[in-house]
């Protein structure tokens, strides 16, 4: 019989060999994948990635009328405009535009490049809505005019979420805000809020809005810096995408007579990663 012996340094070479591709597997897990985007390279909105709100009363005592024509494709943009026009019981129109019922990922790293508007009274956003909430709001009301009941106290509203990717009041042109608001069980509304103040006016160009969703944390940067992270109240179920420019508000007040018209959202780029543990 013949015994062939292997030298040990051979053995200790295919042992390294063998970790290096177990940690390489191990990394390609942990890696963030494109799993969804749009270029805005087309003529018009793609539709079957895309919905856009019609509607007249917004809350936050907001003044805009969410119109079709304000959201449009340009030169290779995504355009979300605001202008100072009477439409329905409304001063302004604007526009905005989801994902619902298209793609509601659970987890991932959303980035969006844009140039925001600005000027008094603008307030654009880049946010995540869950998937269900409406549902559920629907049925507890339904429940309760079932029990007699005009409302519903904070205790029997559903639990929910919504991530703010990012927030930005047009009077403020070199501030921003992300933001995580969610409701414990008992219905305490809680939030967790990073601002970031800086000496970029985000009026003036393009900038990188990316936000990363894990299991066990939730994290905000700006063109690649981080600027806030929280550990707290993080959502597990899915959430899907809006972009949009509310008008007036109780948070931006309203356009007075410095608020130029009209005012353009534009954004260049949406991309959705996730890792591969998450859609396997």
């Given at each position: 019989?013949n ?14 060999s063998g ?13 963030w ?5 749009d ?16 509607r007249e ?13 304000e959201v449009?494709?340009?030169?290779g943009?995504?355009?979300?405009r ?15 535009l ?5 793609f509601?990922?659970?987890y ?14 603008l307030w654009?956003a880049?946010w ?5 909430r409406?549902w559920q ?5 339904e429940?309760a ?18 991530i703010?990717i ?24 809680k ?6 103040s800086?000496t970029v ?18 994290r ?17 179920k899915?959430?899907y ?20 018209f ?10 959705i990663?996730?890792?591969k543990?998450?859609?396997?």
């Amino acid at each position: 019989m013949n015994i062939r012996i292997i030298p040990v340094s051979l053995c200790f070479m295919l042992l390294l060999s063998g970790a290096g591709l177990a940690q390489n597997k191990s990394e390609s897990k942990n890696v963030w994948k494109l799993v969804w985007q749009d270029e805005f390279d087309g003529k018009r909105l793609d539709t079957n990635k895309w919905n856009v709100l019609i509607r007249e009363n917004s809350k936050h005592n907001e003044l805009q009328y969410y119109v079709p024509d304000e959201v449009y494709v340009e030169n290779g943009l995504l355009r979300i405009r605001s202008r100072a026009r009477k439409y329905g019981s409304k001063e302004y129109t604007s526009g905005r535009l989801d994902t619902k019922g298209k793609f509601a990922p659970l987890y991932g790293r959303f980035e969006i490049r844009a140039k925001l508007p600005g000027g008094k009274g603008l307030w654009p956003a880049h946010w995540l809505y869950p998937l269900n909430r409406d549902w559920q709001m629907e049925k507890a009301m339904e429940d309760a005019v079932a029990n007699g009941k005009e409302r519903l106290i904070p205790e029997e509203r559903p639990w929910y979420s919504e991530i703010d990717i990012m927030e930005f009041l047009g009077h403020e042109p070199e501030i921003l805000y992300g933001t995580l608001h969610y409701c414990l069980f008992d219905g305490t509304r809680k939030s967790s809020s990073g601002t970031l103040s800086d000496t970029v006016d985000y009026t003036e160009d393009f900038h990188i809005y990316a936000l990363e969703w894990e299991p066990d944390s939730i994290r905000w940067y700006i063109d690649g810096h981080l600027f806030h992270s929280t550990t707290d109240g993080i959502p597990h179920k899915p959430h899907y995408l809006i972009l949009n420019t509310a008008v007036g508000g109780s948070w931006p007040g309203n356009p007075d007579s410095t608020t130029i018209f009209p005012q353009f959202h534009d954004i260049d780029y949406v991309r959705i990663f996730q890792k591969k543990p998450y859609f396997e």
